[in-house]
């Protein structure tokens, strides 16, 4: 499958109102599209679950882990390598580095790819049953991507991104991949929330007014003309204004640097203070944070695509849909 690579510009801006073993788990890919669902208007909503198959019900959540499920077809060989970006010299924790360059295949060049098969859709419709499958292939993977992204070991090569990375989890042999795609969003929804994910997903926005404020809302603010030099996608993305991946991917790459990584020790129980760092009230709640954010911009880019007509604002309001 190949997807749409020369497209006609959108218009307005409209913000939302309210490496192959490198998988986001499926927990935090349901909860990047279950905050995604409920800052879309309702007319992206109405748009979104048309483009699903039925099996979806419209629901983002229900689609955001699907790439996984179809890494090993031959059909889908060629998205095998867009979960995940790796740049030349990237060392953590000592040394940051993302220089990225286009010309790769990677997780940054899948968003760009899937957004513009979004946005060339939206403008001309498919007509064909095959353009359909392209424009559901294409929403279901851009949703996976923006988060992965937002997991920081996607945007960090040291050691397959941490994969090949060996911990302790408690009694059990882990590695500090696995833990960032779950097993710390698993213990915190055990321990903090009774184990119920909807408390889990409640809390989350709930904290986008008080405890992220003012950060929260300029999280879908950017600028895509900083990345412009060399890409080529900019020409026909550069009028949706909230999707920046290479900005995301460098601030995540810092964050490897600066907390996945710091002090890795391979004989240290990482569910103890490791974790209480990473999903506690001393780092802001990072860990449900990361996945917010994903959602957000996740919602705001779409809305963008579906729904430019509604008027432009200055912060992103966070209003729960019903």
């Known amino acids: ?18 490496n192959n073993a490198h998988a986001y788990g499926i927990l935090g890919h349901t909860l990047t599209g279950q905050v995604a669902q409920r800052f879309l208007t309702k007319e992206t909503e109405r748009q979104v679950k048309e483009i699903l198959s039925p099996y979806y019900d419209g629901l983002l959540s229900k689609a955001a882990p699907w790439p996984d499920t179809i ?20 060392d953590p924790p000592e040394t940051c580095h993302m220089e990225y360059n286009f010309s790769g295949k990677d997780v940054i060049n899948g968003l760009f790819n899937m957004t513009a098969t979004l946005k060339h859709y939206k403008v001309t419709g498919p007509t064909t049953p095959e353009d359909k499958s392209i424009r559901e292939d294409a929403l279901r993977f851009f949703v996976h991507f923006m988060g992965d992204l937002h997991q920081p070991l996607h945007t ?17 042999k882990s590695n500090l991949h696995r833990i960032w795609d779950s097993q710390m969003i698993m213990k ?11 408390s889990y997903l409640d809390d989350m926005l709930e904290m986008t007014s008080n405890i992220w404020q003012p950060e929260a809302s300029n999280w879908t603010f950017c600028d895509p003309a900083i990345f412009k030099v060399d890409n080529p996608w900019y020409d026909t993305t550069k009028d949706i204004k909230t999707l920046c991946p ?5 601030s995540m790459n810092a964050l490897a640097c600066s907390f996945a990584w710091k002090d890795y020790d391979p004989l240290k129980d990482y569910s103890a203070d490791y974790f209480e760092n990473a999903t506690g009230q001393k780092n802001g709640y990072l ?24 008027p432009m604002q200055k912060r992103v309001q966070f209003v729960k849909q019903g």
Not at 156 to 172: E, I, V
Request: glycine share 6%; proline share 5%.
């Open 156 to 172: 960090s090569g040291k050691l397959r991104g941490g994969n090949d990375a060996p911990t302790k989890w408690r009694r059990a």
């Open 246 to 250: 290479v900005e995301w991917a460098t």
């Open 287 to 310: 860990v449900q944070k990361l996945i917010t954010m994903s959602g957000i911009r996740m919602a705001a880019i779409l809305n963008e695509i579906y729904d430019p007509p509604c």
């Open 71 to 90: 890494k090993g077809q031959a059909k889908y060989r060629w998205a095998s390598i867009l979960h995940y970006v790796n740049t030349p010299g990237d």
């Open 1 to 18: 499958m190949r997807f749409a690579a020369s497209l006609v510009a959108a218009t307005a801006v409209c913000l939302a109102t309210i």
């Open 188 to 198: 915190d929804i055990q321990d903090r929330y009774d184990n119920n994910p909807k």
